[in-house]
């Protein structure tokens, strides 16, 4: 009788140490350096800015960077690169680094988005979001433009990485088939 007794205790620590049944978090990912991306440079350069050029210091820029580092500061991701910049209005630039990149797209990405595009009024914005090995996850952009004829239309881009984009809330017209989220 005592052997049955020590195989449930073992199974019972084994579930107890394993993290069975509850809801772990996931380690934040720490990279140290992430170069800016060719997307990124060509943002940066249509604003005619860099990643060094300065940060704007207004109260509604300190509201916005605030606002979306808050919103950013949850289990398993780590903010790389959170600017506001002054030109050509309040402009936002954001690198993040996720553990879970799937659950991240589907259940936290979303309220970031309206402090990001300053509520869909943004004048130019940047996201970008990699994994824990600095691969890009998702990158996204957009800016004014003006035609030669003097008309302002905007620009952007979009890249999901492509087993994630049915997790993504952010979709480009045209994807045809879009594979599911592997997580609800």
């Known amino acids: 009788m005592k052997a049955p007794l020590s195989i449930v205790a073992a199974l019972a620590a ?16 720490h990279l140290k350096v992430l170069s800016p991306s060719a997307i990124e440079r060509g943002w940066l350069k249509g604003l005619n ?10 109260p509604t820029a300190a509201r916005r960077a ?22 050509p209005a309040l402009t936002t630039s954001l690198v993040l680094t996720v553990s ?5 797209l ?8 309206p402090q990001l595009t300053a509520n869909g009024h943004a004048t130019a914005y940047y996201l970008r979001i990699v994994d824990g090995r600095g691969k890009t ?9 003006r035609s030669s004829s ?10 999901v990485r492509p087993d994630l984009e049915g997790c ?16 609800k």
């Open 100 to 104: 879970r990149p799937d659950y991240f």
């Open 14 to 29: 084994a579930v107890l140490f394993s993290g069975c049944g509850s809801q772990a978090q996931p380690a934040t990912p």
């Open 168 to 183: 993504s809330p952010i979709v480009a017209v045209g994807f045809s088939i879009i594979p599911p989220c592997r997580i």
């Open 150 to 159: 003097g008309k302002v239309f905007f620009r952007g881009t979009l890249h």
């Open 49 to 58: 800015l860099t990643v060094s050029s300065p940060a704007a210091f207004t």
């Open 66 to 87: 605030g606002a979306i580092q808050g919103l950013a500061r949850v289990p398993g991701v780590e903010t790389m690169r959170p600017r506001v910049y002054a030109a």
């Open 106 to 113: 589907r259940h936290q990405l979303k309220p970031i988005l």
């Open 137 to 145: 996850v998702l990158e996204w952009s957009g800016r004014p433009v």
